[in-house]
């Protein structure tokens, strides 16, 4: 077993000591000098898909099932098929019914301990099985969630059996693509019987200057020894060296019922504040000594700042004013589907951040545990967002119907989990909620907005919505918001001062605009709007499911990237926005249904290719010098062609074809690209940024001839033998002269020598049919990308990419 070193927790072990499943017997990782042991439950599964009521059962024989490690998705293993689609929104792979069963052995030495089984998330109707016994069940597919084994196991050499049943059979369940599975990482804890509680630290930063911070710790102590114990409590805030800043001791602390709270306060001289630029991390680390023996050691992070949001002024971080610059993100990673990994997040996040985004909203569920974790660390703004729907069903067989039974659990466990993360700035109790239209929203609203308040009153309360006529609104009315979220319909956020007065306002969703990468129609200077007012239908659409790359499509609901950009960027009482999407994601293929089935919103593709509208967010939200133009320049000889340029740092650009000029651009108003209209012959596109007449970036675009090669690039060579970490490759189709080939389409095999497997292919294309787990992908407008994921043995790894007619490449990539 590997070991885990859990956000939330101090695991006192060497690694070494942990080798695999069979040392679990005989492991000093059980001894009692260790006061909590956390251990990945990721191996040594066995997984059936379809329905095996007897599975639950010990002595079931599960030997003929398959073999694999968790997270897993069994819905991205699939094939595409009309045949999956129960609405034109999931993702047209299969769903159904899953069982999992893990066979494992606990030593006499951890007979004493509480032991729990803890799943991040499980997607979803999960019914969980230890030694036959029933644990729990739990509809959510986005909860994490916890079951106490103790009593139901056994010790020394006798096995024991944990059964995983997961129903994603009832469809449609969702609006986008869930995935199915236990998707999110598994561990297995064990603690003293006296111990910090699940999720059971919460730390906040009262007063926070640049002189000194006021930190303040409650811990909620679990103590199962059935009697009144005295302890005493260590706590110790360390800084991102190991050195303690500050401790805190509470002597002779009695407990007396099962579950007991103790506050602690610090106080931290010239403290390094979090921010999005630096997010400089602490963490606390709280001991417990019970008899003067050490029982429990829990961690707990700490970023040390502080916010405002002004109905006035907007959004305020450490006393300086900023914009939130946010896109909104589903969980899936594209051809790994829902299976949680954390390089794949770190991948989305860090083109994110290159692009200037500095905030995620989690649409429209709790995220991983390590998103979180990331976010931290990188610095994002997150909104961190529970529910899609509330009692009013959006699909048939959605939340909606576990609502009476479980929102109050779900909305408790996810703030309980997440509201030590520094990163978290604002929680969502709802997106598009339906109850908004009537008064059953202000019931609600009022009971989801005091949950969270019990748990958090440190962060404000938000739910976005679509209804900005205040009368209308029944969630605005019942006054239970901090933060009002809209999404859409920009063209009233000039007069929220006046429609919501004294209201802080964000927008909590925007764009919905359509690209697919290096697609372009034309004429580009018009816009196009899909649904009421624009295009009825896909059959007004191109033949080919394609939409343009220009920003001039968008859904009917929405607005281009410009649209909405141009008005907030000078309104200062709007507190940032949250771009719908980041990243294109599975399922919800507006405007076309099958065979499309992924969307068209992000403004990176499904393979996290940025599309050209990436480049005008990197203008506009960065310092870096941008100039990006574009399209491609290969196009029948006197064919009139649109060409754009984003830029910045620069008061103008010029245009040359072949070395004659075509002129000078300059953004006036409240411009955000400036275009030529070119009569096309092939030759080289140049185009040169200057300020006060000096030049400040060059960029070229030239005619390309044939494919001739495959070139590979891997966004890291040097990988971690751990048997998750990845190296996305990206593969480009190019001419002899190394340009790129902007509509090659060419097949694309992928061969692996070593100790690495071939995580997934795409190739962003919304409706390409080939399946991601492959060794071949077709390349789309000249790319295609390849996922190698490392095992756990360290050895040189090498992809070799063929494809007929073209030369092909070869890639080594470590793995340490």
Known sequence: MSVMSNRHHIVRRQIGLICSLM???????????????????????????????????????????????????????????????STTQEGALPTGIGWYRKVFTVPISAKNKAIFIEFDGIYRNSEIWINGHLLGIRPYGYSSFRYELSKYLKFGSEKNTLAVRVDNAAQPNSRWYTGSGIYRNVRLVMTSPIAVNQWGTFVTTPTVSN?????????????????????????????TFGKAVATQTATSVQLKDTLTIVS?????????????????????????????????????????????????????????????????????????????????????LELLKAMGCNAIRTAHNPPAPEFLDLCDEMGFIIMDEAFDMWKKKKSKQDYGLSWDAWHKTDLEDMVRRDRNHPSIFIWSIGNEIREQFDSTGITITKELASI????????????????????????????????LGFNYKHEAYADFPKTFPNQAVLASETGSSLQTRRHYDMPSDSVRMWGKGGPANFKDGNPDWTASAYDNEAAYWGSTHEQTWKVIKKLPHMAGLFVWTGFDYLGEPHPYPWPARSSYFGILDLAGFPKDVYYLYQSEWTNKPVLHIFPHWNWPKGKTVDVWAYYNQADEVELFLNDKSLGVRKKTGDDL????????????????????????????????????????????TTLKADGKDLAYITVNVLDDQGNLVPDANHLITFSIQGEGIIAGVDNGYQASMEPFKANYRKAYNGKCLAIIQTSEKARKIRVKATSEGLQGAVLELISR
């Open 452 to 483: 969270v308040k019990k748990l958090d009153t440190t962060r404000p309360v938000t739910s976005a919505l679509t209804e900005n006529i205040p009368d209308k609104n029944f969630i605005y009315r019942s006054g239970a918001l901090d933060l």
């Open 264 to 348: 602690q306060q610090f106080d931290v001289s010239n403290p390094l504040l979090w921010s999005v630029e630096k997010p400089y991390l602490y963490k606390i680390i709280t001991q417990i000594y019970s008899q003067n023996q050490l029982v429990d050691s829990y961690e707990t992070p700490l970023g040390i700042r502080y916010f405002h949001f002004d109905p006035a002024t907007g959004f305020s971080l450490n006393g300086q004013p900023m914009k939130i610059l946010g896109v909104c993100l589903h969980h899936d990673l594209g051809a790994l589907g829902a299976a949680v990994n954390r390089r794949a997040m770190q991948r989305q």
């Open 23 to 85: 040392s679990l017997l005989t492991s000093p990782i059980f001894a009692q000098n260790n006061p909590r042991t956390i251990l990945d439950f990721d191996k040594g599964w066995r997984f059936y898909l379809g329905d095996e009521p007897k599975a639950k059962d010990v002595a079931f024989n599960d030997s003929d099932w398959r073999k694999l490690p968790l997270p897993h998705d069994w819905s991205i293993e699939g094939q595409f098929s009309e045949q999956h689609l």
């Open 673 to 716: 690209h400036v275009m030529w209209r070119v009569t096309y012959e092939p030759g080289t596109l140049k185009a040169i940024s200057r300020k006060g007449g000096k030049p400040v970036l060059t960029q070229t675009i030239s005619t390309v001839g044939k494919p001739t090669k495959i070139q590979l690039i891997a966004d890291r």
């Open 211 to 239: 002189q000194k911070a006021t930190v303040s710790l409650q811990t909620s102590i679990r103590n199962a020894t059935r009697k009144s114990q005295t302890i005493r409590i260590v706590s110790t805030i360390l800084d």
